[in-house]
């Protein structure tokens, strides 16, 4: 490398071989640091975007593709790169990346508009299967884009690897925290947010293109910078145009009539939209489907089986609401004469800026009133941050009954219906206090053993004899008493449904059918029918699909019966479905190149070292993914409000990965290989510990403060992130010294494996547990640490490689 030495130089003065920008200078590696750490930033908050407007348009089952679109542009770039190394290399390499960001830009803005202008997809079938594949190809663009951006930086700074992966990974994590501000102002914008940052990425490629004496070569002519603000130029343009006369407006929803929304608004949530007024009822729903009723003062609230806990309470209290939405529940308790109401309300914009602002005094006021204590809270992490004791805790169902009945929300784990959440909330009932419990006819056995299991957990002997359950149209409502009901509370109960036409479904002395009655005193649900075609088995913190009601014995079953996934478990076949896709994918990944190329690695002299290489990178991917997705579900469940324990996590996960790669940055050659190796095996001894060990470690801290919890949370997950993060900077130099040709196919094959181990993961977190998973992150390690790349003796030339 001609010119100055690699390390970094930002300087005020008059080098004319170093570019000013705004009285600063940028050369080549700090230019390409920061553009790479945008791009990867870009690339975030345009997954995260994606991710909402899926589940508004197509549904939360289909929400899951926009997950791998990112994963599969990694590895399609980095495959890319491998065949026609021509699109980035020296000497136009930073001109190259330029034009790459900015088509990056062009690309997010062109998906976005196409999202927003395509038709809602309600059932999946085959006529829908071109639309789809259109989407979803069109939406994977810009991440092919940055895919190769990063792919084409690590092929040429593998000397800097662990500085530039330090970069990659703080990129990240910035754009998972600015992806909750962006989101706020509309996913569809975010979108064009993400335009503007990858175009600043191209300026910034061919500022630092410039410079003359760079570790990578003067450039064949300096980057033109026209090209670069054009497209600055027009992201700006575009940006402001849809905030001063909107033009990114979604024209069609599933279940909604766009002609009757009168206020639409997102946040990192979800989509909120509400219907115009009909006779005092506005419809509230969340990602155009689950629904809530805001209703005016003046409407009659109709009577419904979730509010029986009042026939036994009347006016004693307090009560909480877990969901109150629109406060049709709050409203049910009111009547019921309690003066003493929280209610715990996820969404901030549902409480701040629908019911407290747009929709205050349409509502009467609901959420203002004396009686009324709302907050801005996910429900289970309130109940366990206070101590206060309640006279009834009431959920009650808020999503549609076409989402639920299609299978749409198997895929979403819902910490309120698992044993442990079932636990905490009969812990927090006073004596004589009951949980009330709403949901749709389809699953009450399930909900049925969830109540049993819940009891047995707090020491009930006859959980029977604690349970009650009515039902009304199409729903049902079972009552949970911490107590034993007494005969004239079931005399009362039984007394009240048939007086208002609601239909009994379940009692301590009538359990309705045998399935029903030897659910009710089974000590393991799961040996009552071995054979019943749904899933009674109560979900737990460690498995919390309580929507996922496919046995594991009958997966190939159902698997084989299209007309059945098609119109009951369409969360299932998303995931199957692209299980199978990116196994093809990560198959053609693998061996096309090997068709492609001049000097196929077969014929290499060390061809074995350098499959070794391949399948090193291979376990990185798929190893890092079951791990992150095992240590999110727990350590969010941990820390409570699961958005912002979201970001928590995954941002120390990936800040302390960042600094796991600074940490190599010494080690080069044999010592990089014994490194590797001996961390990665420290790396799975962890994992180890922690399978066992985590759950029931948390289990017995959640009680803490929360700042205590978060330190914990942060303490835990640096020793993983720094070993994880050990791993791809000293197995990029350990192939670069051989190879170095082959570093785009090993990061496009580590992004391959990311996405199918995805989907994998998920398949085996609903079937057996998430724990299941940091199991499976040690296999893969473990294989990953017999995988490591040798050293040669010797650099191998690029002519060699």
């Known amino acids: 490398m001609a010119g100055r030495s690699a390390g970094t130089q930002w300087a005020v003065g008059g080098d004319p071989d170093v570019v000013s920008l705004g009285g600063m200078t940028l050369s080549q590696r700090p230019g390409l640091f920061a553009g790479v750490a945008l791009v990867t930033g870009a690339t975030i908050i345009l997954q995260i975007a994606l991710t909402r407007l899926y589940s508004a348009l197509l549904g939360h089952h289909l929400a899951f593709l926009a997950i791998s679109l990112s994963l599969f542009g990694v590895g399609l770039g980095g495959v890319l790169l491998y065949v026609i190394p021509a699109l980035a290399r020296p000497p136009r390499l930073f001109a190259r990346l330029a034009l790459l960001s900015g088509a990056m830009a062009l690309s997010a803005a062109f998906a976005m508009h196409h999202l927003v202008q395509s038709k809602p997809i309600v059932k999946l079938d085959l006529s829908v299967l071109g639309q789809l594949s259109a989407t979803y190809l069109i939406t994977s663009l810009p991440f092919v884009f940055s895919g190769l951006v990063v792919a084409a930086a690590i092929r040429f700074a593998t000397s800097d690897i662990s500085r530039l992966y330090l970069f990659d990974l703080v990129g990240a994590a910035a754009g998972g925290l600015a992806a909750v501000a962006a989101l706020r102002v509309g996913a569809p914008r975010a979108g064009l947010i993400v335009a503007v940052i990858a175009a600043l990425a191209g300026i910034i490629f061919a500022i630092a293109g410039r410079d003359r004496k760079g570790p990578f070569g003067r450039e064949q002519r300096p980057p033109s910078l026209v090209v670069p603000a054009l497209v600055l130029i027009t992201s700006v343009g575009l940006l402001g145009w849809d905030g001063a006369a909107p033009w990114l407006q979604i024209r069609e929803l599933r279940w909604v009539k766009m002609e009757r929304v009168e206020l639409m608004r997102w946040n990192e949530m979800a989509l909120i939209t509400v219907d115009k007024p009909v006779r005092g009822v506005a419809w509230m729903r969340m990602d155009a489907s689950a629904a809530t009723a805001i209703l005016a003062p003046e409407r009659k609230l109709p009577l419904h089986p979730d509010e029986m806990a009042y026939v036994l309470h009347g006016g004693q209290g307090p009560v909480l609401v877990i969901g109150a939405g629109g406060g049709r529940d709050v409203l049910a308790a009111l009547r019921a004469g309690q003066k003493d109401i929280y209610a715990a309300e996820i969404n901030p914009l549902i409480v701040n800026e629908v019911m407290l602002d747009k929709y205050y005094e349409f509502s009467g006021r609901l959420f203002a009133r004396p009686e009324v204590h709302v907050h801005v809270a996910d429900g289970r992490s309130f109940v ?314 948390l289990d017995r801290l959640v009680s803490l403060p929360f700042v205590l919890r978060l330190a914990l949370t942060v303490l835990m997950i640096t020793p993983l992130g720094l070993l994880m993060g050990s791993q791809m900077p000293l197995g990029i130099k350990l192939v670069a010294r051989r190879a170095e040709a082959l570093v785009p196919w090993c990061w496009g094959l580590n992004g391959a494996a990311s996405v199918v181990a995805t989907a994998l993961a998920t398949l085996v977190a609903l079937h057996i547990g998430f724990a299941a998973l940091l199991w499976t992150g040690a296999a893969v390690y473990l294989a990953a640490s017999v995988a490591v790349p040798r050293a040669p003796r010797r650099s191998i030339r690029p002519s060699e490689s």
């Not at 009969?426 to 909900?447: S, Y």
């Not at 079953?557 to 009951?568: I, N, P, T």
Request: hydrophobic share 45%; with cysteine.
């Open 384 to 697: 366990r941050s206070h101590e206060r004791k309640y006279r009834n805790i009431v959920i009650s169902l808020v999503d549609t009954w076409a989402a639920s009945s299609v299978g749409a929300l198997s895929l979403s784990e819902n910490s309120l219906y698992t044993v442990e959440a079932y636990r905490d909330f009969i812990e927090h009932l006073e004596p004589e206090g009951t949980l009330l419990v709403n949901r749709w006819d389809r699953e009450f056995e399930r909900l049925l053993a969830l109540s049993v299991a819940g009891l047995r957990a707090t020491g009930a002997r006859q959980p029977a004899d604690h349970l009650f359950a009515c039902g009304h149209k199409r729903s049902t409502s079972i009552l949970l008493k911490a107590t034993p009901l007494t005969d004239r509370e079931i005399h009362k109960l039984r007394r009240h449904c048939k007086r208002h036409r609601f239909y009994e479904v379940f009692a301590p002395d009538r359990a309705s059918t045998k399935l029903r009655g030897r659910i009710a005193r089974a000590v393991d649900v799961r040996q009552v029918a071995p054979n019943y075609p749904t899933d009674l088995s109560p979900p737990t913190d460690d498995r919390p699909f309580f929507f996922h009601t496919v046995p594991l014995r009958r997966l190939v079953e159902v698997l084989g019966d299209w007309k059945l996934m098609r119109s009951q478990h369409q969360g299932l076949l998303t995931l199957v479905g692209l299980l199978l896709v990116s196994t093809v994918v990560g198959v053609v990944f693998l061996l096309g190149p090997l068709l492609v190329r001049r000097v196929p690695i077969l014929g290499a002299p060390d061809r074995f070292e350098r499959l070794r290489a391949l399948a090193f990178f291979l376990c990185l991917g798929g190893g890092f993914v079951f791990v992150e997705l095992a240590l999110v579900q727990q350590l969010v469940m941990f820390l409570g409000h699961p958005v912002y324990a979201l970001s928590t996590v995954l941002v120390a996960l990936l800040l302390t990965t960042g600094i796991g790669s600074l940490l190599t940055a010494k080690l080069d050659g044999p010592r990089a290989r014994g490194a590797a190796a001996w961390r990665a095996q420290l790396l799975v001894a962890l994992l180890l510990g922690y399978a066992v060990g985590l759950g029931p470690a």
